[in-house]
């Protein structure tokens, strides 16, 4: 379905973007040009990644099962096939160059499985250390890091896949459930977050390889990051 608001180059890149509920709000912030592109079911639980410098992979919310595939210039979505699982508050990242989904929440239940998109199915790709919703993914190299999050309580644990699932001995300084990840170089930025205390506005560095974490100011307004990818 297209329901562009003002057209967006194809070309643009980058852009930025939120999903809301029922649509994909996206915007060029050189020219201040915004566009709500209608997306089915896709909700501000929802899950996202970026393909390309023209598509968005959108995954679940609302504990559903949903996989639609978003091209932010034309503003035309597709719907792929759905996930085995539906869910909600779950996380997106590559999985060797493959789309996949880890963890979430279905309603009911807190969820451990993983599933990536091989051609145009949905195929299982074992299970987290234990069920987590609420928590950030992020890509370095063939790598997927896992931020926070809750499981029962909110959680300072950071995971790492590589073939397989490992906890961190490092830690985030707080335990935090919806943050911002943002890779530089070796080091990752975590930003905001909800704390037990309520949605925070503190930025860490944190450099895993040598265990170091160095606190780096705060964000202008106190922020939590919903989509988690």
Known sequence: MKL???????SLQPFLYSLEEGYLKVSDPK????????????????S????????????????????????????????????????????MAFFKGRPGVIGGFDGKYQLSSVEILVDKSWESLGELPFPLCAHTAVNKGNEVYVF?????????????????????????????????????????LVLGGNSIKGDEEEVWELNLEKGESKFKGCLDTKCVFKTNS
């Open 4 to 10: 562009p608001s003002k057209n967006l180059s194809t």
């Open 31 to 46: 020219d201040d040009l915004v566009s709500r592109l209608s997306t089915c079911e896709v909700s501000k639980y929802s």
């Open 48 to 91: 996202s990644l970026v393909l390309d410098k023209e598509h968005i992979l959108v995954t679940g919310g609302n504990y559903n099962k949903l996989c639609v595939v978003v091209n932010v210039g034309t503003g035309v979505s597709k719907e792929l096939t759905p996930m085995k699982t539906g869910r909600s508050n779950h996380s």
């Open 148 to 188: 926070g999050g809750n499981s029962i309580k909110r959680s300072a644990k950071i995971l790492r896949w590589n073939e397989e699932w490992e906890e961190l001995s490092v830690k985030m300084p707080k335990e935090l459930q919806y943050v911002g990840v943002i890779r530089i170089e070796e080091s990752f």
